[in-house]
């Protein structure tokens, strides 16, 4: 939340600033950004959004530079948004410094009069744009916290896949808004799916997208307003354009008065259901990988289930859109020389606390000594392995890159095993 204040359910503006992005060129961009805001001269509270990249676009040869640029881009941002008293929301290229590297996010910053009050990385790249090529996706979408209240982020592509709105609905967010650049060719998809975001999560949705051509793409402006109704508050035409609306918040809750869609979450599946025999779990597999699903296999005995096991699976499961786990039987367990009191938990109470795990989506326990048979039966599109692994060493690693596949080495969690946690529970 910003700091002194409180949020409210009173009425504030909200709008965008529709405007042709100008391909590496912040400069020309900042100054469409203070001519919109300039015609409506807002007054807050309120919130504007502008398009996806507002004022870089998709200029990759460029981007280390451009993603430097960005903090002194919010600075400006900010002078804006205390002028007139409002929040400013738009992606920008975010440069990220790790230790063990660094990498670019197409984030969403929400600015207001004292600066950066949230973002938002873009969960979904797309790949014909080959934007995975030059951006790392995000992870973790949270709602923001503003004096308006909690508002949730999506950045174009991201707006095809309804579960990051519901998401954030969920936690509380009253107002969605987008940051795009959508394609004319495309542009029933744009209304269709912002009104279908409002609609499914009862909130207001603003989205701004650019307009104009870029190269051989013509982008279908239309940015649009809308109610936790459906009903089309404002829309743009194909050309530039700045909008604003009253936002009544009331609206919400007399909507969701009615029934309500948002926040309903039941558990409605059988976890006992993902352990599962290979035949049957092949042709699950060929049919997710038939819808474009990318298959994460990993293997391991998990006979005391630990945090360094779940912290390694969740890893896993982040390379793909499904993850499978390989079981050791019993007996495998046994022929792997861990002692003679090993495995603890047999086979069918392990396998079903993996299940109960969130981020694993199927177990099948194999009898041999290594997995190579269930990999290459279910070819998976990313072979993981805990711990310093070499690729070459890893089973099943040949095939699953011969198949055109990746396979990774994941660093297990330190001071974390199932032997060293026997160890203190027999000396305590």
């Excluded at 080959?130 to 308006?148: I, N, R, Y």
């Excluded at 404002?234 to 969701?256: N, P, Y």
């Excluded at 022929?335 to 989506?361: I, M």
Aim: aromatic letters at 6%; hydrophobic letters at 45%; charged letters at 20%.
């Amino acid at each position: 939340m910003e700091k002194g204040v409180k949020s409210s359910l009173a009425p504030y503006r909200a709008g965008f600033v529709q405007f042709p992005v100008v391909m590496g060129a912040p400069a020309a961009n900042l100054a469409a950004v203070r001519e919109g805001l300039a015609k409506l001269r807002p007054s807050g509270p309120g919130i504007i959004v502008l398009p996806e990249l507002w004022a870089t676009g998709f200029a990759y040869d460029q981007l280390p530079a451009l993603a430097a640029a960005t903090p002194q881009l919010l600075r400006e941002l900010q002078a804006e948004a205390a002028r007139y008293r409002m929040h400013l929301a738009g992606s920008l290229p975010e440069a990220v410094f790790t230790e063990i590297g660094s990498a670019i996010h197409n984030t969403l910053y929400l600015v207001g009069p004292q600066g950066v009050c949230g973002q938002y990385r873009k969960q979904q790249l797309f790949g014909p744009m080959a934007e995975d090529l030059h951006f790392a996706p995000g992870d973790d979408p949270q709602p923001m916290a503003t004096s308006l209240g909690l508002i949730g982020g999506l950045v174009c592509y991201d707006l095809r896949f309804p579960e990051l709105a519901r998401h954030q609905a969920a936690q509380g967010a009253g107002m969605l808004v987008v940051s795009a650049e959508w394609p004319a060719a495309r542009l029933h998809h744009w209304q269709a799916l912002v009104q279908a975001r409002a609609i499914e999560n009862q909130l207001f949705v603003v989205a701004c997208n650019t307009c104009g051509r870029v190269g051989g793409t013509e982008f279908a402006g239309h940015s649009l307003v809308v109610g936790p109704d459906g009903t089309v508050l404002a829309e743009a035409d194909a050309d530039a354009a700045a909008t604003l609306v009253t936002i009544d918040q009331a609206l919400i809750a007399e909507v969701r008065q009615r029934f309500r869609t948002v926040g309903v979450s039941p558990h409605r599946h059988h976890d006992q259901n993902k352990i599962i025999d290979l035949l049957p779990l092949a042709e699950v597999v060929a049919r997710y990988k038939a819808v474009g699903r990318k298959v994460v296999f990993t293997n391991g005995c998990f006979d005391i289930l630990h945090q360094g096991h779940v912290t390694y699976l969740e890893a896993a499961r982040k390379e793909g859109d499904l993850l499978i786990v390989g079981l050791n039987s019993d007996r495998s367990v046994r022929s792997l020389g861990k002692g003679d009191d090993r495995p603890v938990n047999h086979e069918q109470s392990r396998a079903r606390v993996l299940a109960a795990l969130g981020c694993v989506d199927f177990v099948v326990v194999f009898d041999e000594e290594t997995p190579h048979h269930l990999i290459t039966t279910l070819m998976p599109d990313v072979l993981v392995k805990g711990g310093d692994w070499p690729v070459e060493k890893i089973v099943g690693a040949p095939e699953v890159l011969a198949a055109g596949g990746r396979v990774l080495s994941i660093p297990l969690v330190d001071n974390f095993s199932t032997t060293r946690l026997l160890e203190r529970i027999r000396n305590s």
